[in-house]
């Protein structure tokens, strides 16, 4: 890097640290449909902005509510439609991989292949959808909960089923009932394998091998902590040893079972402990897996879940420490349509606290959500999603790349320091200037070693700088004077960089 673009870089650094959203001048388009857009979507593209004004907040908003009735891009459907693995159910895709056959060098080598390609693929239908969805609220929700439901990829055989994790267990229920969404979570093999339930058996089951002897305590704990009752939801150690007594049997066919389920779930009825349980509070008899949809049910409508869900929603939708009677209000509405997320994000986008000017463009972007934010804005046409993969892995964010069970921060303090800050100009500074190359048309990468179609890389077309008028005018122009001041001051080719380098747009 020359020392121009150093000074470049360091001016917006400067810039962004030290200014705050308060600083922001009053704006010619209404703040309150750039704050519903940011909000709802991962930011506005060319054409939103006018939109929304157009049809009004409320239509937009119930729009976002029911994506089925919002006509997906055929380009996207088109892209998708060509990543052969994209719909395979689980144990399809460890045949796809020949996961437990005998391979030869060379088939091994060639099966390896695949699997990558089935991760790949994976990120790459996100990535699409994130950046070119219409449906945009079902994509921040599918982004929401596969984060609070976390599989880190990187497991074993997650490596092949997170993809289809987030396809059959998270997208279908992302604004359905919560407890349609953890019942497909807690029988997806992913999280069965990740959280080691499949490992987990009665003491004294005959069908218990040595890497599965006995109670394994992981996923059950993580359950209430983390997916349902939150850290203080009033559970004991007792309960944690219930639930996974309750949960013993839940677990995975071997690759090569007959008659088994291309889903994936497979309850032993031999590894369960059929004894009865005290499951906070509640007596459950000792039967099979039944035990564990009772389970099931009792942590989806405790009022602990319903109060630890809905201060994650306020803290991802209104503020980084979100009001404490909004948060009641979300819990009361969650318990009084049993646990239906769509009613809930409908009572929190019409709340005062949601509309409250207080909390515009306060929450600071995640990688991920700045990623997309910027090739939305831009309205790039993506095809090659690898700078994009490339930027979050560097950035701390990998896709389905978080090891830990809690998933990814959504707060400023885990993300806004000076090197993270550092990694966006420099990424800014690139697409502004028509040096990434996300367009162009795709072609097979590998045709001889049978690699899927949607593995492709884009054909090196050099893309143009980015109009900052244009991007200026997609984002509302709202920036703050001070802001305004260094764009002016700047050469022209420098503008586009400097209002995505922004302090305002590093918020949302």
Known sequence: MTAKPKFFVMSLLILILGVTPSNAASQPVDPKILHLINRLSFGPSPGDVQRVKSIGVERYIQ??????????????????????????????????????????????????????AILQQAMQARLLRATQSPRQLQEVMVDFWYNHFNVYANKGRDRFWVGAYEQQAIRPHALGRFRDLLGATAHHPAMLFYLDNWQSSAPSSPNARRKTQGLNENYA????????????????????????????????????????????????????????????????????????????????????????????????????RPPTALVNRLAQRYLATDGN????????????????????????????????????????????????????????MPIYGCQTPDGYKNTEEAWLNSYAMTRRLNFATAIASGKLALSGSPEPRNQANNIPKGDVLAVKVKPAPIDSGQLSNTLGNLLSSKTQSAIASSPPQLHAALILGSPEFMRR
Do not use: C
């Open 341 to 396: 997320i769509r009613a809930v994000l409908e009572t929190l986008f019409k709340s005062s606290e949601f509309w409250d000017a207080n909390n515009f463009n306060v929450k600071f972007k995640t990688p991920y959500q700045y990623v997309i934010s910027t090739v939305r804005a831009t309205g790039m046409e993506v095809n090659n999603t690898k700078p994009l993969v490339s930027f979050l892995q560097q950035s701390g």
């Open 63 to 116: 729009e976002q509510l029911s994506p089925q009735t919002i006509p997906e891009s055929a380009s996207l459907e088109n892209q998708l439609a060509q990543m052969e693995t994209l719909n395979l159910k689980p144990m399809e895709l460890l045949a796809y991989g020949k996961v437990g056959e005998k391979l030869s060098r060379e088939e091994k080598k060639a099966a390896d292949q695949k699997a990558k």
């Open 221 to 320: 704990r993580e359950l209430m902590e983390l997916h349902t009752l939150g850290v203080d939801g009033g559970y004991t150690q007792q309960d944690v040893i219930a639930l996974a007594k309750i949960l013993t049997g839940w677990g995975i066919p071997s690759a090569n079972q007959p008659n088994i389920n291309s889903d994936g779930f497979y309850f032993n009825p031999k590894r369960h402990d059929g004894s009865d349980k005290v499951f906070l509070g509640n007596t459950i008899k000792g039967g099979g897996e039944e035990e564990g949809e009772q389970a099931l049910d009792i942590l989806a409508r405790s009022p602990a879940t319903a109060r630890h869900i809905s201060y994650k929603l306020a803290q991802y939708f209104v503020s980084d």
